[in-house]
């Protein structure tokens, strides 16, 4: 069983940043793909951004693309999303998880963390 913490969200003006931390318990294997996925209020939960075990595969959303980026520290099993510029449409709550394969569907994804909450105000 994998466990995913995830740090970092909080209240925000729009232009502003943030970064997000996600903490796998040490049962994690580093070679794992990681993702970032969010949920704003009334809507579904969608892809952010992911990230491979060696960080040459990492795609994004196209609406978080130049502004977002993920990155991963394994010897931490730590993953980061870096968030700027940030806009009122990105208020959400942001979720980690893992998955064993590269992918950047949800039902791709086998272990998911409680979620951090994110607003920007405009």
């Known amino acids: 069983q994998v466990q995913l913490v995830e740090s970092g969200g909080g209240l925000v003006q729009a232009g502003g940043s943030l970064r997000l931390s996600c903490a796998a318990s040490?049962?994690?294997?580093?070679?794992?793909?990681m993702g970032w996925f969010r949920q704003a209020p009334g809507k579904g939960r969608e892809f952010v951004a992911a990230?491979?075990?060696?960080?040459?595969?990492?795609p994004y959303a196209d609406s978080v693309k130049g502004r977002f980026t993920i990155s991963r520290d394994n010897a931490k099993n730590t993953v980061f999303l870096q968030m700027n510029s940030l806009k009122p449409e990105d208020t959400a709550v942001y979720y980690c998880a893992a998955a064993r394969l590269p992918g950047t569907g949800l039902q791709e994804y086998d272990y998911w963390g409680q979620g951090t909450q994110v607003t920007v105000s405009s």
């Open positions: 990230i491979n075990w060696s960080g040459g595969w990492t």
């Open positions: 040490r049962r994690a294997d580093s070679t794992y793909t």
